[in-house]
């Protein structure tokens, strides 16, 4: 009987963990002004629940209590360890002082975001960013995210004590910004969960194109942001993931060979995502506050509605990709634009834009700036000048999916080249 | 906390400058100067003479070198500096924005150690 109660306990206490634990974490980092005093009083807490509950039952309010015996805990460290000499006394003051019941909702909603905003402040690199990030408000080991991004764990320790270091020894406030400062944070919280997306989608390098965890993770993410802050761009970022993730099943063979949108079997697509993603774009969109991840998610929309590749109205892409070129100009969408117009225009169209685009440079060592040019080149049967593109491009390319597709496309192309 | 904004701005531009518009930057200087001692975040402040008046000195094992010159060669040189104090770097960031040179050069913003209380 004994042992089944605290195998029970134990469960709740793992439960809670998971679905508790960010929370308590964030306002601890709040009450104690410390990452790192943070995190011990948040495992220490655990530790206790797991012994007191067992004897104790499960309190009413487990967060609350997690909270409060956190913020105890971390008072006890405070005291023993020999920093007490040199850690000002204010310190401790400002903790013993601070409300021991600070478990209401709102205010540990606020702690989540104040560590968002805080993980994501422009002052810290966009590799720490990322990396604190999913350390702290995902929860992710340092193990776990230096095997999603390739990078060895002690690098990534290192870089997560630097940017908690920068954090304290700089004064990096732990707060939610200012309305004049919201937009320009806002944009970095979202770049750093687009990053983190597409690391997990297109995976920049090795031999797996996609790293489904991460991308479920900035899914995570961005759905925690709509929930905690529903600004239009932060709809429109959910709405373009979770259009490129229904996708994912059908974006590989299962040799984990890339395939085309329009060589895709449209039937593999996630329907739910798909009109979960729509919902949002048009959510975004009627804000009329929208920014360039709502025009992309927009144009993903577009895609992700067309039953068939012919069915897809590309008048309407073109459109939105010129709005987008006036939100937010780069080359890379002047490129993806020339493929839409080569789309709704005829290849010899597309190809004189890109042509245009690779005359000023901006774009020469772009890998998909030639194999889109290879590909234009091909259904205008210049078979050879599709080789050379094709071959520049996989020159370029470092992702091994990527460079068999390509191969296989100058195999083709060979077959049929007349020489 | 205290921070320390350096002000980083090409000199030869600054001095290329017509004196009017040399002239209507000092102004601006001494505008955000009196705002900042009125909010209080003042601590000091000063302007540099160019880096052609730069020594750079070592003492190696008791052996002294000097070389004309700053430390390195930047595109950027440092020409003046605020000591401000903020609330937090959110704050500092606030005020640095605001110094003139910001928009043709760079501030860096750095935290003051504070003598820890014993």
Same mark, same amino acid.
């Given at each position: ?235 429109? *970022? ?85 709005? *987008? ?95 | ?15 290329? !400058? ?13 505008? !955000? ?8 975040? !003042? ?76």
């Amino acid at each position: 009987m004994a042992s089944n109660e605290a195998a029970h306990v134990r469960d709740r206490v793992d439960a809670i963990y998971r679905s508790d634990s960010r929370r308590v974490l964030a306002t601890l980092i709040r009450i104690l002004g410390d990452f790192d005093l943070a995190e011990e009083a948040l495992h220490d807490a655990f530790a206790s629940a797991v012994e007191q509950w067992a004897d104790e039952g499960i309190p009413a309010n487990p967060r609350a209590w997690l909270i409060s015996t956190g913020r105890f805990k971390a008072i006890d460290r405070l005291r023993k360890s020999a920093r007490l000499e040199s850690t000002d006394a204010s310190a401790l003051d400002r903790i013993a002082a601070a409300e021991s019941a600070s478990g209401d909702d709102d205010t540990v909603e606020d702690d989540r975001l104040r560590l968002i905003f805080t993980c994501c402040h422009p002052a810290l690199s966009p590799d720490a960013q990322v990396a604190l990030t999913l350390r702290e408000v995902c929860g992710l080991t340092t193990e776990e995210v230096a095997r999603a991004f390739l990078t060895p764990a002690s690098t990534l320790a290192q870089r997560i004590v630097r940017a908690k270091g920068k954090i304290r020894d700089a004064g990096i406030p732990y707060e939610i910004p200012s309305r004049a400062d919201l937009p320009a944070r806002l944009d970095t919280v979202l770049h750093v969960i687009y990053l983190v997306f597409n690391e997990g989608y297109l995976a920049s390098s090795g031999s797996s194109l996609t790293r489904a965890d991460l991308s479920t993770e900035a899914i995570r993410l961005a759905r925690l942001l709509v929930e905690l802050m529903p600004e239009p761009e932060a709809v429109g *970022l959910l709405a373009l993931m979770l259009l490129h993730e229904s996708r994912r099943a059908s974006r590989t063979t299962v040799d984990g060979e890339m395939i085309l949108l329009e060589d895709q079997d449209r039937s593999r697509w996630d329907a739910p995502q798909i009109s979960e993603g729509v919902a949002l774009v048009e959510q975004a969109l009627a804000s009329r506050r929208f920014g360039p991840y709502t025009l992309q998610a927009a144009i993903a929309a577009v895609h992700a509605e067309a039953t068939s590749p012919g069915a897809t109205d590309w008048a309407q892409i073109v459109g939105l990709y010129d709005v *987008l070129l006036r939100v937010d100009p780069s080359p890379i969408i002047e490129l993806n634009r020339a493929v839409a117009v080569a789309m709704r225009d005829g290849p010899e169209a597309g190809l004189a834009l890109i042509d245009a685009i690779l005359v000023r440079g901006d774009l020469a060592d772009y890998h998909l700036a030639h194999s889109a040019r290879g590909d234009l080149l091909r259904r205008v049967h210049r078979a050879e000048e599709a080789i050379v593109a094709y071959e520049r491009a996989l020159g370029l390319s470092v992702q091994d999916a990527e460079r068999s597709f390509i191969r296989r496309r100058i195999g083709e192309l060979r077959a049929t080249s007349p020489r | 906390m205290k921070y320390l904004c350096l002000i980083y701005d090409n000199e030869q531009e600054w001095q290329k !400058f017509p004196a009017d518009v040399q002239q209507k930057y000092m102004g601006e200087y001494g505008a !955000f100067t009196d705002s900042i001692k009125q909010s209080g975040q !003042f601590v000091g402040a000063n302007q540099l003479q160019p880096t052609n008046t730069a020594t750079t000195v070592r003492a190696r094992n008791g052996k002294l070198s000097t070389t004309d010159g700053p430390y390195a060669e930047t595109k950027e040189q440092l020409g003046g500096y605020y000591l401000i104090e903020a609330k937090d770097l959110n704050d500092a960031i606030q005020v640095a924005s605001r110094i003139p040179s910001a928009r043709s050069g760079s501030i860096e913003v750095r935290p003051v150690v504070e003598a820890r209380a014993m």
